[in-house]
């Protein structure tokens, strides 16, 4: 064995036959000379005695009926002995020069992927048909065009590493197989090396593929679909990105000007934007990984291309409640048509939702309205402090996850609108649960004094999320029995004390002297309804559950105590809550379904990715409204429209993922 080479037992040749019974004993009987005993010719249903011929040879035959030639070159490699580290390819017809192996052995210890090069050497250039070398040229330029790497031939004597093999996955069963090879060496890194050899006239019969016209045309014809095959593939994952990226951002240009519902026929164009936004939104989810760059071009862009959109109509009543508190006045105990505050009317006083309503947000949203009008009066300042509270919640996840979990949340069609271009307050509320729960995961992995600060941390944070929106209540309860169960009484009521914090605090800075009564007009809610689903088909078969918004308050208290006792982590104690609330809530509006998403991220659930795009729904509210349609209430088959994705996508995945536990 020359110094250099790989030892010939653990070499396995493989050789495709097809009518090659004049030829093979040859092949077979050269190869045997230098050294290669573990031969195996693959008889591809032959009506001539090739099998029988190799057989008394000296090899080993397997048959194949199914034609083709990267069948029988996958069937060959099938169920080798383990010892087997190379895999030698070579062709029945004797037109290989097997003399000049030693030159391809000579390579292994350097090389996994080693080809005999015919058009290196003049022998082989003149052996080759015109049809073969105008083949092998063109397509080894279009490999160098599409995978920036130079081969020189598609030649049928090579020389490849087991390992590397099984990593390649090869696909192809027809004439493509050898391309294929060439391609995916490229793509999976492989260490490559072409070694010119000589080439001969086959020693009988006519060629499959190069002896016919048929032949050739076919063999064009496959090689060429093949590399289009491959190159798409390949190139997949940019295209996926690239749609993804595109239809995001014109989407986002399509939406834009029609954020004004009160322009009728506004809405099916926003929808037709929203959709758009949508269709990339799903395209991303077939990505395999996400550069940190494109990440922020992508959540950046979209927001900043939205941020002038006509906002929904809550952001009138965050100015003007911003705005008298800096007069020194209570949104508490005025509302917005008060006769006492008619002389401090704006020009946009009449675009006030519900302007016979007080004040109905916790105390920590209204000081931080009545700081942003003391800045600013306008609605792009607003908006500016809810995006810079969404980017932040980007940046937390794509540092606690990655950017391709963090862009389900930054690229989400369903949180870009109703931050940057609805102008909801929503956003800070998602940043106090996000930061709450990335510290309390933190703290779980930690022990002593540092976990009790991060758990502090978390608390208050939450205590935050509460003085800005009550519904974090739940969530607070579950780190407080928490607490309560592992480190007592005491260390509990420190955290009660200290999420309680924010609300009083904030209070205490409320403008007027107002008593906790005065937080919270319950009139609003008692009975409004728009796109809720259980307590719509219970309204069906019990009339009298239509005013009676309080009863479901029962069910979620027991529903939220049963899950509060057995949910293991917080970001599945946080999906299973805000989908019961929002499946029992009688009032449900879109930018709700936003309070969930950045655990998504953590626990990728379809129900929730695909409410994301469904539940642009809720905006057929708004386009029926302007068009005379009275009742603000989504129609039945909008509201399964709505719901239905997040129920079965919900269920689908809890399933998939008891099945993955089970296994």
Same mark, same amino acid.
């Given at each position: 064995?020359?110094?250099?080479?790989?030892?010939?037992?653990?070499?396995?040749?493989?050789?495709?036959?097809?009518?090659?019974?004049?030829?093979?004993?040859?092949?077979?009987?050269?190869?045997?000379?230098?050294?290669?005993?573990?031969?195996?010719?693959? &008889?591809?249903?032959?009506?001539?005695?090739?099998?029988?011929?190799?057989?008394?040879?000296?090899?080993?035959?397997?048959?194949?009926?199914?034609?083709?030639?990267?069948?029988?070159?996958?069937?060959?490699?099938?169920?080798?002995?383990?010892?087997?580290?190379?895999?030698?390819?070579?062709?029945?017809?004797?037109?290989?020069?097997?003399?000049?192996?030693?030159?391809?052995?000579?390579?292994?210890?350097?090389?996994?992927?080693?080809?005999?090069?015919?058009?290196? *050497?003049?022998?082989?250039?003149?052996?080759?048909?015109?049809?073969?070398?105008?083949?092998?040229?063109?397509?080894?330029?279009?490999?160098?065009?599409?995978?920036?790497?130079?081969?020189?031939?598609?030649?049928?004597?090579?020389?490849?590493?087991?390992?590397?093999?099984?990593?390649?996955?090869?696909?192809?069963?027809? !004439?493509?197989w050898t391309v294929e090879m060439q391609v995916r060496a490229i793509e999976e890194k492989l260490r490559i090396r072409e070694v010119p050899v000589s080439y001969h006239p086959r020693k009988a019969g006519l060629s499959k593929i190069s002896g016919t016209i048929k032949g050739s045309i076919q063999a064009g014809t496959i090689i060429l679909s093949t590399l289009f095959t491959l190159f798409v593939k390949s190139k997949r994952e940019l295209l996926?990105?690239?749609?993804?990226?595109?239809?995001?951002?014109?989407?986002?240009?399509i939406m834009l000007p029609h954020g004004d519902f009160r322009i009728q026929g506004s809405v099916p164009p926003f929808l037709l934007g929203a959709g758009i936004m949508s269709l990339g939104f799903i395209m991303s989810w077939r990505m395999k990984s996400l550069s940190l760059t494109l990440f922020w071009v992508v959540a950046v862009g979209t927001r900043c291309v939205l941020l002038p959109m006509y906002p929904g109509d809550d952001i009138w009543r965050y100015l003007w409640e911003g705005f008298i508190q800096t007069k020194g006045l209570s949104p508490y105990l005025l509302a917005p048509d008060s006769l006492t505050l008619e002389t401090l009317r704006t020009s946009w006083w009449n675009r006030i939702n519900h302007a016979d309503v007080a004040a109905i947000y916790p105390p920590l949203t209204q000081l931080g309205f009545r700081l942003l009008a003391g800045i600013?009066?306008?609605?792009?300042?607003?908006?500016?402090?809810?995006?810079?509270?969404?980017?932040?919640?980007?940046?937390?996840?794509?540092?606690?996850?990655?950017?391709?979990?963090?862009?389900?949340?930054?690229?989400?069609?369903?949180?870009?609108?109703?931050?940057?271009?609805?102008?909801?307050? &929503?956003?800070?509320?998602?940043?106090?649960?996000?930061?709450?729960?990335?510290?309390?995961?933190?703290?779980?992995?930690?022990?002593?004094?540092?976990?009790?600060?991060?758990?502090?941390?978390?608390?208050?944070?939450?205590?935050?999320?509460?003085?800005?929106?009550?519904?974090?209540?739940?969530?607070?309860?579950?780190?407080?029995?928490?607490?309560?169960?592992?480190?007592?009484?005491?260390?509990?009521?420190?955290?009660?004390?200290?999420?309680?914090?924010?609300?009083? *605090?904030?209070?205490?800075?409320?403008?007027?002297?107002?008593?906790?009564?005065?937080?919270?007009?319950?009139?609003?809610?008692?009975?409004?309804?728009?796109?809720?689903?259980?307590?719509?088909?219970?309204?069906?078969?019990?009339?009298?559950?239509?005013?009676?918004?309080?009863?479901?308050?029962?069910?979620?208290?027991?529903?939220?105590?049963?899950?509060?006792?057995?949910?293991?982590?917080?970001?599945? !104690?946080?999906?299973?809550?805000?989908?019961?609330?929002?499946?029992?809530?009688?009032?449900?509006?879109?930018?709700?379904?936003?309070?969930?998403?950045?655990?998504?991220?953590?626990?990728?659930?379809?129900?929730?990715?695909?409410?994301?795009?469904?539940?642009?729904?809720?905006?057929?509210?708004?386009?029926?409204?302007?068009?005379?349609?009275?009742?603000?209430?989504?129609?039945?088959?909008?509201?399964?429209?709505?719901?239905?994705?997040?129920?079965?996508?919900?269920?689908? *995945?809890?399933?998939?993922?008891?099945?993955?536990?089970?296994?």
């Open positions: 064995m020359v110094q250099g080479e790989c030892d010939l037992s653990g070499i396995q040749v493989i050789i495709p036959a097809l009518n090659e019974e004049e030829s093979i004993v040859h092949v077979i009987a050269e190869l045997r000379n230098l050294g290669l005993t573990r031969i195996r010719v693959v &008889d591809n249903g032959s009506s001539d005695a090739t099998a029988s011929a190799s057989t008394q040879a000296g090899a080993e035959v397997i048959t194949e009926l199914r034609r083709g030639y990267g069948q029988a070159c996958w069937t060959g490699y099938q169920h080798l002995p383990s010892e087997v580290e190379w895999i030698l390819f070579c062709d029945a017809d004797g037109s290989d020069s097997l003399s000049q192996l030693p030159s391809l052995l000579r390579e292994t210890n350097s090389y996994d992927f080693i080809l005999g090069d015919r058009r290196a *050497t003049p022998e082989g250039r003149q052996v080759m048909s015109p049809v073969q070398n105008f083949g092998n040229a063109l397509a080894t330029t279009l490999i160098r065009w599409g995978w920036n790497k130079s081969y020189h031939d598609l030649g049928p004597m090579r020389l490849i590493k087991r390992q590397a093999l099984e990593q390649i996955q090869m696909i192809d069963r027809g !004439f493509g996926v990105k690239s749609a993804a990226l595109f239809l995001l951002i014109a989407g986002c240009f600013s009066l306008s609605v792009l300042s607003f908006k500016l402090a809810f995006v810079a509270a969404d980017l932040i919640v980007c940046y937390l996840l794509v540092k606690k996850l990655d950017p391709l979990r963090a862009s389900l949340y930054a690229w989400n069609p369903l949180i870009i609108y109703c931050f940057s271009g609805g102008g909801h307050y &929503d956003a800070w509320l998602v940043l106090c649960l996000t930061s709450a729960w990335l510290l309390w995961d933190r703290s779980e992995k930690l022990s002593g004094k540092d976990q009790n600060y991060y758990q502090i941390f978390a608390t208050m944070l939450l205590g935050c999320g509460f003085a800005l929106k009550y519904i974090t209540i739940p969530l607070l309860a579950w780190i407080l029995w928490r607490i309560l169960t592992r480190k007592g009484w005491c260390l509990m009521a420190l955290h009660l004390a200290l999420a309680t914090l924010p609300f009083l *605090t904030s209070f205490y800075f409320s403008v007027g002297s107002i008593s906790l009564n005065d937080l919270v007009q319950m009139d609003f809610s008692l009975v409004a309804r728009s796109a809720d689903f259980i307590p719509y088909y219970l309204g069906l078969v019990w009339m009298e559950s239509l005013k009676l918004n309080w009863i479901f308050s029962l069910p979620l208290a027991a529903l939220l105590f049963w899950r509060m006792l057995v949910a293991k982590y917080y970001e599945r !104690f946080a999906e299973e809550f805000f989908l019961i609330l929002l499946l029992l809530s009688p009032v449900v509006h879109i930018w709700y379904f936003a309070w969930v998403i950045p655990f998504v991220c953590k626990t990728k659930n379809l129900g929730w990715k695909l409410i994301s795009v469904s539940g642009f729904t809720y905006f057929m509210l708004q386009h029926r409204y302007m068009n005379g349609g009275g009742s603000w209430e989504l129609k039945e088959a909008e509201r399964l429209i709505l719901w239905l994705p997040l129920l079965l996508g919900f269920l689908w *995945t809890r399933r998939q993922e008891a099945h993955h536990a089970k296994s």
